[in-house]
């Protein structure tokens, strides 16, 4: 008994990346229609949820003063949303955020933070949630909380939330890097000069990390030039990734983050220590996509 109500949830909250992403239209409220090829990490921030006489949040990890500890941030949004849908089932819990990931960069922190809340939560309370009503509460929360509530490579449509999962996806050893600027993504949207961009190309069979990165070069990311009009030093990163034995390099998302595919990981490895050595100050780490989200935890 002390053991279930005492047990800690922790989950891996993995960056998501954006291997091409098409802007293709405009709705009428405001948000573009994009066509994405989206993997995750085996790198990101942590989500440990765990029983208590009152509710609490804090963070710790490189980037965790970055961020409002108020109800603002996505973590509480996520507990609130889910217990307004879910009354009966809520107690109060103590909430720790691991942030690792850079903020406001491109790879979906605060959107996986949210879907990593919303998934132990659920298993904290016992809600036997549909993965469809929990990516409806995620789609309240943010366009990528849906997608992020998945956690494998997959295709995704509409605003983002349209997804589906690719069932085969060759592991891609990564290296992820930032050269600490801090991107508005409304702000990249709005500075797009172009929304009707075609979609992208249909995917064939990718069954190898050359395979990708063939079909990758056909393809886009379409808010880059957007971030580099703002922020023209994202085109640094991109450089120095450039500068490595990258198979292939892009920015992710609205930015700044950027990513590099390798033929191993040793070569992410090289490469990680190399850019380390030569920019200290900016994040860098060498990782790989994973395949399946049940790779990412849960441990307790
Ligand atoms: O949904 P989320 O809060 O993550 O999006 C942040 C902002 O990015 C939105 O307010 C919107 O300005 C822009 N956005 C967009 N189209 C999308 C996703 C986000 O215009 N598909």
């Known amino acids: 008994m002390l053991d279930s109500l ?11 990346i954006n291997l091409a992403l098409h802007v293709t239209g405009l709705r009428d409220d405001g948000y573009h ?15 440990s949820v765990k029983r208590a006489p009152v ?3 804090d963070m710790s990890g490189p980037f965790g003063r970055k961020l409002p500890g108020d109800e603002s941030n996505l973590v509480l949004r996520a507990r609130d949303a889910l217990r307004a849908r879910f009354p009966k089932h809520t107690t109060p819990a103590v909430i720790h955020l691991e942030k690792h990931l850079p903020v406001a960069s491109g790879i979906g922190g605060g959107s996986s933070d949210a879907a990593a809340t919303l998934r132990a939560l659920t298993a904290l309370w016992g809600i036997e949630a549909e993965p469809a009503q929990l990516a409806k509460i ?14 494998q490579p997959l295709f995704a449509r509409g605003i983002g939330e349209d997804i589906e999962r690719l069932a085969t996806f060759p592991r891609l050893p990564m290296v992820l890097a930032n050269n600490g600027v801090s991107i508005s993504t409304p702000q990249v949207f709005a500075a797009l000069e172009r929304r009707d961009n075609p979609a992208l190309p249909a995917l064939p069979a990718l069954s190898s990390i050359k395979d990708v990165c063939a079909y990758l070069t056909a393809t886009d990311n ?4 957007a971030t580099t009009k703002l922020i023209p030093a994202i085109s640094e990163t991109v450089g120095a990734l450039h500068q490595t034995a990258a ?10 983050t950027c990513f590099a595919i390798y033929d191993s990981d040793s070569e992410a490895q090289t490469a990680a220590t190399a850019l380390k050595q030569s920019k200290p100050d900016w994040f860098v780490v060498a990782t790989n996509s994973v395949m399946e989200g049940a790779d990412l935890g849960p441990h307790r």
Request: hydrophobic share 45%; glycine share 12%.
């Open 247 to 256: 198979r292939f390099v892009r920015m992710s998302g609205s930015g700044g």
């Open 138 to 151: 995620g789609l309240t929360l943010g366009a990528d909380v849906p997608m992020c509530l998945q956690g």
């Open 33 to 47: 229609l994009l066509d994405s090829l989206v993997v995750f990490a085996a790198f990101g921030d942590r989500v």
């Open 6 to 16: 005492d047990r800690t949830i922790s989950l891996i909250a993995p960056a998501k």
């Open 222 to 225: 379409h808010l880059f030039s």
């Open 55 to 57: 509710d609490s949040f």
